[in-house]
């Protein structure tokens, strides 16, 4: 069955320490892989898309990458201002969507 | 600035009732998502639209969810008749180029059905 994982749950870093989330997905082929952010009480916010493995794309402090089984997004020095619940979505090739859980990233000063 | 309209923005109704949320979507996109998100199951995709066309409604409930597109600057979802268990924040995006590319939300609808 098409799914995708993303991990942690939750993160808890201090600012300026960089690390990682995971978004690992099974999908039968995937026509693009997304991440989002989402603040409390607001729509979840388009941050990448990425569409073929070995692909990356970076913003400011977050660098999003993909192969051919998950996706990682990078989050370099963070700063309180990047805490957010960051959501992974794929479509497949029947143009259906899968979400991720998400992963509440607190980036503590 | 262009965004993604959402109406109301709270919502308090009784089960049984007819709900019906509207949403503007950002002039020239021609791609519209109608998504719920919930504390327990997160954010789940209802229905899409291309060029006012649904792609895929597969992920609504089909005896009481009603998605349309009237018109290029209007989406609505419809929910007849509402049950409690439908409580959750009801967002609407869309996006410029297709379902493969970015897409901006609105800011939500959040419905209580008591």
């Known amino acids: 069955e098409d799914q995708v994982t993303q991990s942690p749950e939750a993160l808890r870093l201090q600012e300026g320490e960089s690390s990682s989330l995971n978004c690992s997905y099974t999908?039968?082929?995937?026509?693009?892989l997304f991440w989002y952010r989402q603040d409390p009480g607001k729509g979840p916010e388009f941050l990448f898309t990425?569409?073929?493995a070995g692909e990356e794309k970076e913003k400011e402090r977050l660098k999003a990458t993909l192969t051919k089984k998950e996706s990682f997004l990078h989050i370099t020095a963070p700063k309180p201002e990047d805490s957010a619940t960051y959501l992974c979505?794929?479509?497949?090739?029947?143009?259906?969507?899968?979400f991720g859980s998400g992963t509440k990233l607190n980036v503590k000063p | 600035d262009a965004r993604v309209t959402q109406t109301p923005r709270d919502k308090v109704t009784e089960m049984g009732q007819e709900v019906t949320m509207r949403c503007q979507p950002i002039?020239?996109?021609?791609?519209v998502f109608w998504y719920r998100q919930t504390m327990m199951q997160g954010l789940e995709l209802l229905a899409y639209?291309?060029?006012?066309?649904?792609?895929?409604d597969s992920g609504m409930p089909k005896d009481r969810f009603s998605a349309e597109m009237p018109d290029a600057t209007l989406a609505t979802l419809k929910i007849q008749p509402s049950e409690p268990r439908d409580s959750a924040v009801y967002f609407c995006?869309?996006?410029?180029?297709?379902?493969?590319?970015?897409?901006?939300f609105g800011q939500g609808t959040r419905l209580t059905v008591v």
């Open positions: 002039l020239g996109h021609n791609t």
């Open positions: 979505a794929v479509l497949d090739n029947f143009n259906k969507f899968y």
């Open positions: 639209f291309r060029n006012r066309a649904p792609l895929d």
């Open positions: 999908v039968s082929g995937l026509r693009g």
């Open positions: 995006a869309s996006g410029p180029l297709g379902p493969n590319t970015e897409a901006f």
């Open positions: 990425l569409y073929s």
